[in-house]
């Protein structure tokens, strides 16, 4: 019976995550539409580097309505210039997001500020919109109760210290939370900071993951929701080793609902607010 039941998940899961794919909507819904929210812990709503549903991605404009909009936590992307600046953006390059192009590791933070972001939702109702500092980002979450989820690619020790210490300047290295898809970046980070928050982003996790996270400061679990089923001895084994779990990137209330049955407490998303 538990796997027939399983199974009927898996099959809602997959269409509901091929819906999403498509994008069928990506119109803002309140977490309100969703069980958890009446459950003794409800799940904790996270918005996708920034409001990016109502704004342009990984942008000031989206940090701030991610605030107003009351979600628990702000996940945002952040790279290094080459003089060492870190900023907000996705990709590595410049060429989604702006009318430039060219790798943010080769230009400096002046040189880009020569660009203007021309993509994402809203893009229109804005001009002569920048990447934005990483300290542009802090400015706003200090003032607020907004949880960073700050995710971080590549490793660099040196880059690293600097990240950390500007987290420290602005009074967040308690509430932070640094998140990557490259375990030995976050390995490098543990190594500087021992009690810093940190989650690994996974599409694949496994048991040998868990045994790294649990012995290395409880290194939580953010996973790819339609591969859950996939990962589920070793998505169990995490949370038995009492280590934070998540899901990204959840759309519909309905798959929050689902994912709050495994026993999932944050949910990155685009468009369920808080």
């Not at 809602?12 to 994008?23: E, H, M, P, Q, V």
């Not at 500020?113 to 979450?141: M, T």
């Not at 490793?155 to 987290?167: E, G, K, Q």
Request: hydrophobic share 40%; charged share 25%.
């Amino acid at each position: 019976m538990k796997k027939k039941i399983l199974i009927v998940i898996t099959v809602i899961i997959l269409i509901i995550g091929a819906l999403a794919a498509i994008n069928l909507t990506k119109t803002p819904v309140s977490s309100k539409f969703t069980i958890s929210s009446y459950t003794s812990e409800p799940q904790k709503f996270i918005a996708h580097r920034g409001f990016s549903s109502v704004f342009p991605e990984n942008t000031i404009p989206a940090i701030k309505a991610a605030v107003d909009e009351g979600f628990y936590g702000v996940e945002f992307d952040i790279h290094t210039t080459k003089d060492g600046i870190w900023i907000l953006n996705h990709d590595s390059d410049i060429d989604k997001m702006t009318d430039g192009s060219g790798e943010i590791a080769d230009m400096t933070f002046q040189e880009l500020q020569e660009f203007n972001i021309d993509n994402g939702k809203g893009i229109e109702n804005y001009n002569g919109l920048k990447l934005p500092r990483f300290e542009e980002a802090l400015g706003i979450i200090k003032e607020s109760d907004i949880v960073p989820f700050i995710e971080i690619k590549g490793y660099d020790p040196v880059a690293f210290r600097n990240l950390l210490d500007i987290i420290e300047e602005y009074g967040l290295i308690e509430k932070a939370v640094i998140i990557s898809f490259d375990m030995e970046a976050l390995l490098g980070i543990r190594e500087l900071d021992k009690e810093i928050s940190l989650m690994y982003l996974t599409n694949k996790l496994t048991k040998e993951d868990v045994d790294i996270c649990k012995n290395n400061g409880n290194i939580g679990v953010d996973i790819n929701f339609g591969n859950i089923l996939k990962m589920k001895d070793a998505f169990d084994y995490a949370k038995e080793s009492g280590l934070e779990t998540g899901a990204w990137t959840v759309d519909f209330p309905i798959v929050s609902d689902l994912l709050n049955l495994f026993g999932i407490k944050y949910i990155t998303t685009n468009r369920i607010t808080q």
